[in-house]
């Protein structure tokens, strides 16, 4: 297993980027670039990368392919593309977007507010032939030769379990171009998947396994306050089973990268990866 996050220590050439990294002992890293980057700019971090020791994770492609604009689906589907390309010169394990939200959706923008959100059109009946559709028309355009699509798992869009993924692998039938993002945090939308992640997260790692190329780390945690409240965290904060979760991941393979997100300061992204790493330890687990 790779750790990764992001850098808050400043960097101006692709060799300083990945000193960053590695002083933070980091062996994974979020790609810096953004689709329309200069090819020798992309051969630079690609090669400061690999003399570095790092694993390219991913190419951020969020946007939303399903929506009900045709303008903002059609830029969606385009930068998609663009951002596959991209994963796939530069040396990254996916180019990662959701699946997307059929809700409104400003015109002007790929992600406004609805872009990713609850909306009960993301269940209709054909929405998941859309999905098929959608992702075989990005990979179908882009050819990747090392780089897959993938789509983060998320608790109220497709896909939203182990089972509906994999669903989606078989239907869509890219094996060298689509691959799995996986992201338990986000699946876990219900007491009963909380107070049992453990068997959850080893139930994702049997059934997509071979297909999982990269992995978030995050935490959750359960509010006392009706309805229903939870609360992503820092990592060893919340109740998400890292024991499981590292030891399916180590079991899987020795360069799988889990990358820390969405915390807001440098001091954060210390202590969750200090808690990863002592999780390791402890389960006598190596990082590469």
Known sequence: MRLGGPVFEQWTTPEEWASAHRRLGYRAAYCPLRPGAPPEQIRAFAEAATAAGLILSEVGAWSNPLSPIESVRLRSIAHCQASLALADEVGAQTAVTISGARGPQDEASLTAPGWDGPHPDNYAEDTFDLIVETTRQIIDAVKPRRACFALETMPWMYPDS????????????????????????????????????????????????????????????????????????????????????????????????????????????????AHLRAVAQSLDLEWT
Do not use: W
Request: with cysteine; glycine share 8%.
């Open 162 to 273: 182990p089972e509906s993924y994999l669903e989606l692998l078989h239907a869509i039938d890219r094996p060298q171009g689509f691959g799995v993002h996986l992201d338990p945090v986000n699946m876990v939308s219900s007491p009963q998947r909380y107070f049992a992640n453990g068997p959850f997260i080893r139930a994702c790692f049997e059934l997509l396994g071979p297909h999982i190329k990269s992995c978030h780390a995050k935490d959750l945690r359960i509010g006392g306050r009706l309805t229903l409240h939870l609360d992503e965290v820092c990592p060893g904060e919340g109740v998400l089973d890292y024991p499981v979760y590292l030891e399916e991941a180590a079991r899987l393979h020795p360069d799988l990268p889990l990358m820390l997100e969405h915390l807001k300061t440098a001091e954060e992204y210390d202590r969750a990866a």
